[in-house]
């Protein structure tokens, strides 16, 4: 598949865009909502030691949240929502 085929097939406009990625990172939060506790957990009642203290926690947690929310899963999406498109009898929109 050339480049500007696989363009066409995952552009979308801007405001569906923003859905999207409003939806990723949703679903990045449900998906990682244990280690975003431990996290919560680890930072009460700290202020500036949570950077040394609770560095493990924040790392576990962003490596949960870099799996939902990257460009391929976004890409992804955009994907799946020109499909959804297409079979309600919509238009992919164009380039």
Known sequence: MGYLQEARENHVKKKVEEALISKMKQRALKECDNLASKYAQCAAGRTLSVVWQCRKQAKELNACLHQYTNDAM???MKK???????QEGKEPLPL
């Open 74 to 76: 976004l890409e992804e």
């Open 80 to 86: 799946e929502y020109n499909r959804q498109q297409q």
